[in-house]
């Protein structure tokens, strides 16, 4: 596919693309879709969340970690991205790293804090 078809639309269409991608399990190409979208607004959340999701599940940890670092910078109390961060911390053998993330997400979800 060439690149235009990746930046093609208004941010809405290209929201809904990368969704329908998504979920259709084809995370590289939302992954595509999503980082145009991130850069044109990067302050919103939502996006960045989803492109974090999409690089966790084609296993682009680093990208992912990243990713969610800069969603908690400016959402601290987003508890789901607390939990992804410690689930991409586990799966890169940082242990250590990811127990206070997955603490937090679970207090903030009103799970049981061990």
């Known amino acids: 596919m060439s690149e235009s078809y990746f930046e093609f639309g ?3 269409e ?3 693309r990368a969704k329908m ?5 084809e995370y590289v190409t939302a992954a595509r879709i999503l980082t145009g979208l991130v850069d044109e ?3 919103q959340v939502a996006p960045r969340l989803l492109l974090a999701r999409a690089y966790y599940h084609s296993a682009r940890l680093a990208k992912a970690e990243s990713e ?3 969603v908690l910078e400016r959402d ?5 991205a607390h ?3 410690g689930r991409t911390l ?3 053998g940082r242990a250590d790293e990811a127990a206070p993330h997955l603490r937090m997400a679970a207090a903030m979800s009103g799970e049981a804090v061990l």
């Not at 991608?21 to 399990?25: G, P």
């Not at 601290?76 to 789901?80: D, S, T």
């Open 10 to 12: 208004t941010p809405a």
């Open 14 to 16: 290209r929201w809904d």
């Open 21 to 25: 991608f998504f979920d259709a399990k």
């Open 41 to 43: 607004v990067p302050e």
């Open 68 to 70: 969610l670092l800069a």
């Open 76 to 80: 601290p109390v987003e508890h789901y």
């Open 83 to 85: 939990l992804m961060l």
């Open 90 to 92: 586990e799966r890169q």
